[in-house]
């Protein structure tokens, strides 16, 4: 699946607009995570638990937006964003969008 974040493919021809597609999870903090964020908040520096949280996220929600795509005939999509959200004390919201179209 060609995916960009630009609204064209350079070197490409579309051929169809399909429409959105778009895919989604909700993950919630892991409470030893969170007491150990809690110290390096302290202290200063990355914390590897969330980012290892937000890109797994990540990845699970474009593989559901290129399922969804892949369903409508999608061979590109185009003009992906990501948003987040919290949803509930402790859990977010990654949600990921873009144009499925025929190149």
Partial sequence: ??????DYLPN????EH???VAGSTVRA???????LAGFK???GGEL??????LNEAREEATNRMIEEAQKIGAT???NIRFATSSVAQG?????????????
Avoid: R
């Fill in 91 to 103: 859990a977010s919201e990654i949600y990921v969008y873009g144009t499925a179209v025929k190149v």
């Fill in 1 to 6: 699946m060609l995916m960009t974040n630009i």
């Fill in 76 to 78: 590109a999509i185009i």
């Fill in 48 to 53: 590897k638990g969330y980012t290892e949280l």
């Fill in 18 to 20: 399909l429409g959105l």
């Fill in 29 to 35: 903090k892991h409470v030893g995570k969170d007491i």
């Fill in 12 to 15: 490409q021809t579309i051929t």
């Fill in 41 to 43: 908040n302290i202290v």
